[in-house]
């Protein structure tokens, strides 16, 4: 199969029709293709960057005039076909004795694995060897088609978490979080949803030739059994799309069947692949442009952010959407291009979304799959920097209330609350959910003032105190008073929450927000 020519994608058009098309095929005019349909969510953010990169790599603007041309009116999809044509050789998903698409050029040996190793959240080795694969069981995905086996080795590669001794990351590290700037019409055709995440050919460095360092498999793979480190210094930066951290070689096809992920009949299945450890080591100040950094000056190259434990919520926001100066959070290059330039061109022509998702990874275990869609705001330079300012102020307040709230419900629920052990996640998890809908509500009315460089208006912060007090108690209350009448101590419960409230009114940051609501009754 060749992932360029042939049609391995499954989308949705325009009519609600289910299709397989080619990559050239997003910019169709008739029953325009509106959607990715892939079988699983990994593989949907998967396919998004796939396309993403492609256009990246075979047919990126040369400018933001250009950039808007195509945003207007999508190229004809026998140009869009031509471009992509060029990348063709490199795009084979098997090749005997050349280049395969995210595939060891040269692996003359290497350990025989299951297909379904190639799926991220699968047992490993020890897991399978101690019988300890109890939630997500060995043998779901003993054969893949060519499409899932090419979109789950893509996964792997651009998402690669620690694999064991010489196994390494992928170029972001392991599980990282990517963002992407999507319009929030239903209808939006999928050409429009890829282009908002395309650089123009200025804001990257120029591409001379298509080779081994833009795309790895192209020759011989720079290992790493050494320590050797491959930094943006040693290749392209475009490589950020196509890093190759895995030494894989999948093995040749079986007969026909059914795939144990999308349900399709195939000609051929993969049934296992092989691999070896040292692979490419990414070092260094990489940044990839869809994934938001933090940026800390003890370690100048930056981290990635990655899937949070508990889900993505708005207390990430400023870090996924603008940057938030404590601790160092940026957003993406994509983010930021629209921000600063694309939101300009686009303000009277929709609204878009940031679509975050990633994996919350345990080293080598796969916790959960977590994704979430925030709003973005084209703003101006002062107004950025007042929205900045101003949901700091309540998040910190925020941040502070959830803390009280823990170890108060601690305090109801135990004599001894200070050896009292076990997670309380939930406890914040259940905060978080319930005052989300409200923080962005008050977000779009800070959006509509911020410009002034004062502070925000006083009802906001009002508004923000009452929330705060109200979702606090009835978190409190739901995690303490729904035991059976014998288990429950009011007592303990009632001080706890006497003394979550006085905690609460006496917080300096609830103080500061009361200060700016201009009333103690706020709260």
Not at 117 to 130: S, Y
Not at 182 to 191: H, S
Request: one cysteine or more.
């Amino acid at each position: 199969m060749n992932l360029i020519t042939d049609r391995w994608l499954p989308v949705i058009r325009q009519n609600s029709q289910n299709d397989w098309i080619a990559p050239w095929q997003i910019a169709e005019a008739e029953k325009p293709v509106i959607e990715i349909n892939a079988p699983r969510p990994d593989f949907q953010g998967a396919l998004y960057q796939l396309l993403i990169g492609l256009l990246q790599t075979g047919f990126a603007p040369d400018d933001e005039d250009h950039w808007l041309e195509y945003w207007e009116e999508a190229p004809d999809s026998a140009e869009l076909q031509a471009r992509f044509a060029e990348l063709a050789p490199a795009f084979e998903l098997i090749s005997h004795g050349g280049p395969a698409f995210l595939q060891d050029f040269d692996l003359p040996d290497g350990e025989a694995k299951s297909i379904a190793a190639l799926l991220i959240e699968a047992p490993g080795g020890k897991t399978l060897k101690d019988n300890l694969d109890h939630f997500v069981k060995r043998g779901s995905a003993n054969q893949l088609c060519p499409s899932c086996a090419a979109t789950a080795l893509f996964t792997l590669q651009t998402n690669a978490p620690s694999g064991g001794v010489g196994h390494r990351v992928g170029l972001r590290g392991g599980g990282p979080l990517t963002t992407l700037v999507v319009p929030k019409a239903p209808q939006t055709t999928l050409w429009q949803k890829l282009w908002l995440n395309v650089l123009n050919h200025e804001d990257l460095q120029p591409v001379e030739k298509l080779d081994v360092s833009i795309l790895p498999w192209l020759g011989k793979t720079r290992t790493s059994e050494k320590g050797q480190f491959t930094t943006p210094a040693d290749v392209h930066l475009l490589q950020a799309y196509w890093g190759m951290p895995r030494r894989i070689r999948l093995a040749e096809t079986s007969g026909p069947g059914i795939c144990d992920l999308c349900g399709r009949h195939a000609e051929s299945l993969f049934r296992e692949y092989r691999t070896k450890n040292y692979g490419t080591n990414y070092d260094g100040p990489w940044r990839h442009p869809l994934t938001p950094y933090r940026l800390d000056p003890k370690n100048p190259n930056g981290l990635s952010l990655k899937g949070q434990q508990g889900g993505l919520g708005y207390r990430h926001w400023l870090g996924l959407a603008l940057q938030d100066d404590s601790n160092g959070d940026k957003a993406a290059q994509i983010v930021r291009q629209y921000n600063q330039e694309r939101g300009r061109k686009l303000a009277d022509r929709g609204r878009v979304a940031l679509w975050c998702f990633g994996y919350d990874m345990d080293n080598m275990k796969a916790r959960c799959w977590y994704e979430a869609r925030f709003p973005v705001f084209y703003l101006s330079a002062q107004q950025q920097n007042d929205l900045i300012a101003w949901a700091r102020e309540l998040i910190d307040a925020a941040r502070e209330t959830v803390k009280i709230l823990r170890s108060e419900v601690k305090a109801a629920w135990f004599r001894r609350p200070e050896d009292a052990k076990g997670d309380m996640s939930q406890i914040d998890s259940q905060f978080w959910q319930a005052s989300e809908a409200e923080f962005f509500r008050l977000l779009e009315r800070l959006a509509t003032v911020a410009g002034d460089g004062g502070m925000a208006p006083a009802e906001i912060y009002a508004d923000w105190l009452n929330v705060l007090v109200a979702k606090m108690i009835q978190v409190f209350e739901v995690a303490t008073l729904t035991a059976s009448p014998e288990e429950l101590d009011l007592k303990r419960i009632v001080n706890a929450k006497k003394s979550m409230l006085s905690r609460f009114h006496g917080n300096k940051s609830i103080k500061q927000l009361k200060t700016h609501a201009k009333t103690e009754e706020a709260a």
